[in-house]
């Protein structure tokens, strides 16, 4: 069975500007111990998804319309406030993108750790303080007894997303969420954050799912990926089947409009015609016809379900692609 | 004939902390320390780094938008650091700036025909109608519809708002854009596209672009030669595909090496250098060469000397300097 089992999730946002179609039916699985990336533009609706799954999608102006999240027998968007929270932080935690915005700028780092161990898991202050330095010793920073009582302003980027991993794997969760986790930090801190990530998942087996619009950090990252487009999955497969044979138009164009250190630098690059779609005012039919090579009549009238990629090798994975184009 | 633009021994300092009694600052941030370079017409060169590197810091102040603390910059032979603002004006219509937020960086209520005409309008360029004929094929040019003249910013997806900001930059006919990171707030589809426009305007109107950016890829992509900074100095310059090829300063090597790669299988099985430690406070950097706390290859180095001395940035083969003081043919080659 699953870890996490997500269904026919949808989300909109009701703005001025009409209903915003942010999640159109996805649906997912997270086995134990597995990196699942997903991949998409501004506006594909990766955050959301993760959000929603969390609980954490702010009413009104938003509505998860349907969906189930099977998580250890229970649906997580069923569950109440109280009980969602003691999820939360205990078996599924997350960290953001942006450390400065998710810890609280008044709070030394030792309140912020100390605070989820004595709320989750109700130790004495003292013990909970002994824990919090080895946590933050274990993320990699150097005297941690000593940056215990800094505030996050005092810390660099690096360190304060060190200090938000430190706090999401208090509890030992089984599941962590990662939202761009290194889109703000620097290259040689990234390389540092992402190989701490993948060492600290070898040793407790958590499932991460990583959320990013850096295809270098997923195909270094994930086993499997899942690539949105305009709210809805597109395609799904492991990681090397994905990147080696990329089926959805969408996908091969996003692939290809990558600089590389290695591909040639004097071609002209590819790149993917038009503008992602408004997501208030989404063409009938598949939401990448505008912008797509292979469009025909069809693609224009109906949405293209996501279907196994015919003839795709079985290691390849649950090998699934959103489009009418794709043959064997 | 001299090269288009010559920085030399660039210094921009701010004051950090209190003003004491006789109103001098606590301490300086040597945010640009020492940086040279040049650029011929026509040549772009990419000038690289991590965050608090100074290279925004540099472009700001090649442009005049701060004054340089010390150091020359040289436009076409005339020293510009000693102008007055009047002076400067006729140069700036000669050296334009292309920002990182299309969002921040153009006027929510002014209408885009508006934005492309006021540069001309300022320079005194043409009669109103000549004006508005420009910023149709200024529009044109930049890949946007020249019907769509009298909308506003708010109305462009950001992609085609950073095709407004370079159209406004080409509308006084430069010979030189500064770009600071025109591409990273932008998604990677969008990104390919206006780094080939970027690309094709270039070669249509023989534009020099000095182009910061943290992107290594996107670097090797547009531009011919590349300075990386490091702490507001450049540690290492070279020809594109020397640089990438055979990069000779350890930290040049250590950002290539941090650079992930979109392809599974080269991520599983290649070497990743991980530099230690974060990147030093440029208000209080360590002494001798700036890297050395994090260098991997510090120990290849006899006795403490990066830990004492400055190392100059000097001539190491063909057009390629270096600011280290590894033997000249130390370290891995790639």
Same mark, same amino acid.
């Given at each position: 069975?699953?870890?996490?089992?997500?269904?026919?999730?949808?989300?909109?946002?009701?703005?001025?500007?009409?209903?915003?179609?942010?999640?159109?039916?996805?649906?997912?699985?997270?086995?134990?111990?597995?990196?699942?990336?997903?991949?998409?533009?501004?506006?594909?609706?990766?955050?959301?998804?993760?959000?929603?799954?969390?609980?954490?999608?702010?009413?009104?102006?938003?509505?998860?319309?349907?969906?189930?999240?099977?998580?250890?027998?229970?649906?997580?968007?069923?569950?109440?406030?109280?009980?969602?929270?003691?999820?939360?932080?205990?078996?599924?935690?997350?960290?953001?993108?942006?450390?400065?915005?998710?810890?609280?700028?008044?709070?030394?780092?030792?309140?912020?750790?100390?605070?989820?161990?004595?709320?989750?898991?109700?130790?004495?202050?003292?013990?909970?303080?002994?824990?919090?330095?080895?946590?933050?010793?274990?993320?990699?920073?150097?005297?941690?007894?000593?940056?215990?009582?800094?505030?996050?302003?005092?810390?660099?980027?690096?360190?304060?997303?060190?200090?938000?991993?430190?706090?999401?794997?208090?509890?030992?969760?089984?599941?962590?969420?990662?939202?761009?986790?290194?889109?703000?930090?620097?290259?040689?801190?990234?390389?540092?954050?992402?190989?701490?990530?993948?060492?600290?998942?070898?040793?407790?087996?958590?499932?991460?799912?990583?959320?990013?619009?850096?295809?270098?950090?997923?195909?270094?990252?994930?086993?499997?990926?899942?690539?949105?487009?305009?709210?809805?999955?597109?395609?799904?497969?492991?990681?090397?089947?994905?990147?080696?044979?990329?089926?959805?138009?969408?996908?091969?164009?996003?692939?290809?409009?990558?600089?590389?250190?290695?591909?040639?630098?004097?071609?002209?690059?590819?790149?993917?015609?038009?503008?992602?779609?408004?997501?208030?005012?989404?063409?009938?039919?598949?939401?990448?016809?505008?912008?797509?090579?292979?469009?025909?009549?069809?693609?224009?009238?109906?949405?293209?379900?996501?279907?196994?990629?015919?003839?795709?090798?079985?290691?390849?994975?649950?090998?699934?692609?959103?489009?009418?184009?794709?043959?064997? | 004939?001299?090269?288009?633009?010559?920085?030399?021994?660039?210094?921009?300092?701010?004051?950090?902390?209190? +003003?004491?009694?006789?109103?001098?600052?606590?301490?300086?941030?040597?945010?640009?320390?020492?940086?040279?370079?040049?650029?011929?017409?026509?040549?772009?060169?990419?000038?690289?780094?991590?965050?608090?590197?100074?290279?925004?810091?540099?472009?700001?102040?090649?442009?005049?938008?701060?004054?340089?603390?010390?150091?020359?910059?040289?436009?076409?032979?005339?020293?510009?650091?000693?102008?007055?603002?009047?002076?400067?004006?006729?140069?700036?219509?000669?050296?334009?700036?292309?920002?990182?937020?299309?969002?921040?960086?153009?006027?929510? +209520?002014?209408?885009?025909?508006?934005?492309?005409?006021?540069?001309?309008?300022?320079?005194?360029?043409? +009669?109103?109608?000549?004006?508005?004929?420009?910023?149709?094929?200024?529009?044109?040019?930049?890949?946007?519809?020249?019907?769509?003249?009298?909308?506003?910013?708010?109305?462009?997806?950001?992609?085609?708002?950073?095709?407004?900001?370079?159209?406004?930059?080409?509308?006084?006919?430069?010979?030189?854009?500064?770009?600071?990171?025109?591409?990273?707030?932008?998604?990677?589809?969008?990104?390919?596209?206006?780094?080939?426009?970027?690309?094709?305007?270039?070669?249509?109107?023989?534009?020099?672009?000095?182009?910061?950016?943290?992107?290594?890829?996107?670097?090797?992509?547009?531009?011919?030669?590349?300075?990386?900074?490091?702490?507001?100095?450049?540690?290492?310059?070279?020809?594109?595909?020397?640089?990438?090829?055979?990069?000779?300063?350890?930290?040049?090597?250590?950002?290539?090496?941090?650079?992930?790669?979109?392809?599974?299988?080269?991520?599983?099985?290649?070497?990743?250098?991980?530099?230690?430690?974060?990147?030093?406070?440029?208000?209080?950097?360590?002494?001798?060469?700036?890297?050395?706390?994090?260098?991997?290859?510090?120990?290849?180095?006899?006795?403490?000397?990066?830990?004492?001395?400055?190392?100059?940035?000097?001539?190491?083969?063909?057009?390629?300097?270096?600011?280290?003081?590894?033997?000249?043919?130390?370290?891995? +080659?790639?």
């Amino acid at each position: 069975m699953a870890l996490l089992d997500v269904r026919d999730l949808s989300v909109r946002f009701e703005t001025h500007q009409g209903t915003v179609r942010a999640v159109e039916r996805v649906s997912f699985r997270l086995e134990r111990g597995e990196t699942l990336g997903i991949v998409g533009e501004s506006g594909s609706g990766k955050s959301v998804t993760c959000l929603a799954i969390l609980g954490l999608i702010p009413s009104p102006p938003g509505v998860v319309e349907s969906g189930a999240v099977d998580f250890d027998g229970r649906d997580l968007l069923k569950l109440s406030a109280a009980e969602l929270r003691h999820v939360r932080g205990n078996e599924i935690s997350m960290i953001f993108q942006d450390p400065m915005t998710s810890l609280n700028p008044l709070l030394t780092v030792a309140r912020q750790l100390t605070e989820v161990l004595e709320i989750h898991e109700g130790v004495s202050h003292r013990e909970a303080r002994k824990r919090a330095a080895a946590a933050l010793g274990d993320v990699g920073i150097p005297h941690p007894e000593a940056r215990l009582d800094a505030y996050p302003h005092e810390l660099s980027g690096g360190m304060r997303q060190r200090a938000m991993i430190a706090m999401a794997l208090l509890c030992e969760p089984v599941v962590l969420f990662a939202d761009e986790p290194t889109t703000a930090l620097d290259v040689t801190i990234q390389a540092q954050i992402l190989e701490l990530m993948g060492e600290l998942q070898r040793k407790r087996g958590t499932a991460i799912v990583l959320i990013t619009h850096d295809l270098g950090v997923v195909a270094g990252m994930a086993d499997r990926v899942h690539v949105m487009y305009a709210g809805r999955l597109v395609e799904t497969g492991t990681t090397h089947a994905l990147f080696a044979a990329p089926q959805h138009p969408y996908t091969r164009g996003l692939l290809e409009s990558v600089p590389t250190l290695t591909g040639d630098p004097d071609a002209e690059l590819h790149s993917i015609d038009g503008q992602p779609p408004d997501l208030a005012a989404l063409p009938s039919g598949c939401a990448f016809a505008p912008r797509c090579e292979l469009v025909v009549d069809g693609c224009r009238s109906a949405v293209p379900p996501l279907e196994p990629v015919p003839g795709a090798d079985p290691a390849a994975g649950d090998r699934r692609a959103a489009c009418f184009e794709v043959k064997p | 004939m001299s090269a288009l633009l010559e920085v030399e021994d660039l210094h921009k300092h701010f004051p950090v902390g209190k +003003r004491g009694l006789f109103g001098r600052p606590a301490s300086w941030l040597r945010a640009v320390d020492g940086v040279s370079f040049t650029l011929e017409r026509g040549e772009s060169l990419g000038l690289v780094g991590e965050s608090g590197c100074g290279k925004s810091t540099t472009a700001r102040t090649v442009i005049g938008l701060q004054r340089a603390t010390s150091g020359s910059v040289r436009l076409d032979g005339a020293e510009l650091t000693h102008m007055t603002r009047a002076e400067l004006q006729a140069y700036r219509q000669r050296m334009q700036m292309i920002f990182q937020d299309p969002y921040a960086s153009l006027d929510p +209520r002014q209408t885009v025909g508006s934005i492309l005409t006021e540069p001309l309008i300022i320079h005194g360029i043409g +009669r109103s109608r000549e004006r508005k004929l420009r910023a149709l094929a200024l529009l044109d040019a930049v890949g946007l519809n020249p019907r769509h003249v009298n909308r506003y910013p708010h109305e462009f997806s950001g992609g085609q708002r950073q095709r407004i900001g370079i159209a406004r930059a080409l509308a006084l006919e430069p010979d030189l854009i500064l770009c600071d990171e025109p591409v990273s707030a932008l998604d990677v589809s969008i990104q390919a596209q206006i780094v080939n426009l970027l690309k094709e305007l270039q070669e249509r109107f023989g534009l020099a672009y000095l182009f910061i950016a943290h992107d290594l890829a996107v670097v090797r992509q547009l531009c011919h030669r590349v300075a990386v900074m490091y702490l507001g100095r450049v540690v290492e310059t070279a020809p594109r595909d020397d640089l990438y090829r055979d990069p000779k300063h350890p930290y040049t090597r250590a950002l290539l090496s941090a650079v992930p790669v979109p392809d599974p299988r080269v991520e599983e099985t290649r070497e990743r250098i991980v530099l230690e430690g974060d990147v030093p406070n440029p208000s209080d950097p360590p002494t001798g060469c700036s890297f050395h706390p994090r260098c991997p290859e510090r120990g290849n180095v006899p006795g403490d000397r990066c830990a004492v001395e400055i190392p100059a940035l000097e001539e190491l083969g063909a057009r390629r300097l270096r600011a280290c003081h590894l033997e000249a043919d130390d370290g891995p +080659r790639s």
